[in-house]
């Protein structure tokens, strides 16, 4: 078994950090609105959707 102190990346940290909008939704609820915000803005926008692999 391999073993990191690695952990995954927040992407809409990252796309924040380039000059885009990113946005992290966590539960469903904040869906719908994250993509109206990302679709209504101008230049690039990244919606970071967070899921349940178990539910998968």
Known sequence: ??????HDPSCSAYARLCG???IRV???ER???????ALARKGPSL??????????
Do not use: F, S
């Not at 869906?31 to 915000?37: K, Q, T, Y």
């Open 47 to 56: 919606v970071e959707i967070i899921t349940d692999v178990d539910l998968i």
């Open 31 to 37: 869906l719908r609105p994250a993509l109206n915000e």
């Open 20 to 22: 885009g909008h990113g």
């Open 1 to 6: 078994m391999w073993q990191t102190g690695l």
């Open 26 to 28: 966590t539960n469903i």
